[in-house]
């Protein structure tokens, strides 16, 4: 599926949809327009103005501002670019990235990569594009743009939480897209660890205890007082709300996070 097309079974993204279809069609019918007219207007051909309106397609930005624009809705319709470009993203990555909103503690730990919030473009790349079998380059391009989008949880000048990430030596180790991709991640976390509200610690190979073999794991503190986990493995995701076993993962997170460096070191 591309990124810009819409998918049958996300009931909260069709919903969005429709309700920003309905509105194009009324807009372009209160102008006295045709599809093929209003196409030719805003620089798309009438085949794609009937597969927006129809809900089979996400309309980009660029033609949310060309739509406003000639059919004069004053920023009515542009407004709508935000509620669009989150429906384009996986229900999971939405939902992942609605819990971080919601955080006043992030923390992390990872053996195999690096954290998708650390990550940069071309390190994001690199991972999904080694994923058996292949993404299609379109789902490529949708995964890489949804996580640099959670992202923005981290210069968010309004949702500050503190983060606390515990990186294997073996992430750092691993050229994951060849040596140039691996010296800009390891600048990126050279920066990121300065940031205030960032810890960064390494757990070394050389460490004859390791709490965190059991693979990944992740713990949002949120600001009603729960703590919710999350559990990505082959081919599964899931989030961990049962408090016996958040408290198991918090409490391992603990443990790794005292046997590896301080943050200093």
Known sequence: ?????AG??????GAVMRTVT?????????????????????????DLVSSVERGRRIPRPEYLDRADEVLGAGGKIAAMKGDVTEARYPKKVRDVKRLEAEAVEICSYNNSVVDGLL????YARA????????????????????RLARQE????????????????????????????VMRSQIERLSGVARTRNVDLQVLPLSREENS?????????KLKDGTTVGLNEVQLTNRVITDPKETTVLDMRYGIIRAQALTPRE
């Open 212 to 220: 965190g073999l059991g693979g990944p794991l992740r713990l949002l």
């Open 8 to 13: 049958p079974d996300d009931e909260e993204a």
């Open 119 to 122: 990550q940069t473009e071309a």
């Open 22 to 46: 309905r509105q194009l069609k009324l807009w372009r019918e209160s102008a006295g327009l045709t599809q093929a007219e209003f196409g030719a207007s805003i620089g798309y051909g009438e």
């Open 1 to 5: 599926m591309s990124e810009w097309e």
């Open 127 to 146: 991972v999904f594009g080694s994923r058996r079998p292949q993404f299609a380059e379109e789902e490529l391009e949708q995964r890489v743009a949804a």
């Open 153 to 180: 949880i981290l210069c968010s000048p309004t949702a500050r939480p503190l983060f606390s990430f515990v990186l294997c030596e073996a992430t750092l180790r691993r050229l994951i897209g060849g040596k140039m």
